[in-house]
């Protein structure tokens, strides 16, 4: 039997400020590995526009809708500059549940639209030349990494919310949830960056 399962004996419980550093860490690792999932997204572009075999890199009725393209970005943006709002009003002992709120609605925005625009917007179809299956490729990957950011945002929304109408574990939940929010924040800065690549060359370049 191992001491940690001998009677009478309470495990000494990690270090919160370890537990921090390990979660932030693991953010910056995880949006490392999502960086490099793009980068072939952004070879594949490159390299079937250089390549342009038979002319078919982008036919001329392969466009995406460019206001679909500039609504997902601003909503992506906005959404992390609430959230980035959010948080350092956790770190200031501040109320962020308003915040989070905005945050949360406009990441499930940049989802419902990008649907919308997959379900009715688009003129092409994946197998519309090179352009239109790295399109495809790209922001469905996007989305469901996107999807992992509305997930963390919501329940930080909801454990604020709950702590908000516990005034007596309002500290505590403050506590807990500022290395959760740092994490977060690094990986919707991550979505952000990436969201702006994808604009420039899906939808800026020509």
Not at 99 to 119: K, T
Not at 180 to 205: E, H, P, Q
Request: aromatic residues 12%.
């Amino acid at each position: 039997m191992s001491a940690s399962a001998a009677p009478g004996i309470v495990p000494e419980p990690e270090d919160s400020r370890l537990a921090a550093a390990n979660l932030v860490v693991g953010a910056r690792l995880f949006a490392s590995a999502m960086a490099f999932v793009f980068m072939a997204f952004v070879f594949a572009y490159f390299y079937l526009k250089a390549v342009d075999s038979n002319g078919l890199w982008r036919p001329s009725h392969v466009t995406p809708p460019q206001g679909y393209g500039i609504a997902i970005l601003v909503c992506i943006l906005g959404a992390t500059a609430a959230f980035e709002l959010a948080r350092r009003g956790l770190a200031a002992g501040a109320g962020s549940v308003a915040m989070l709120a905005l945050a949360l609605g406009l990441s499930v925005a940049a989802v419902v639209l990008q649907l919308i625009a997959y379900l009715g917007g688009m003129s092409f179809g994946a197998d519309g030349g090179g352009y239109a299956s790295v399109f495809y490729g790209w922001t469905a990957m996007f989305l469901a990494f996107w999807l992992g950011a509305v997930y963390s945002v919501e329940t930080m929304l909801a454990t604020a919310m709950r702590s908000a109408r516990e005034a007596a574990a309002a500290d505590e939940a403050v506590e807990a949830l500022q290395p959760s929010a740092d994490a977060t924040m690094v990986y919707l800065y991550s979505c952000a960056g990436i969201a702006v690549l994808t604009w420039v060359l899906l939808y800026l370049i020509k």
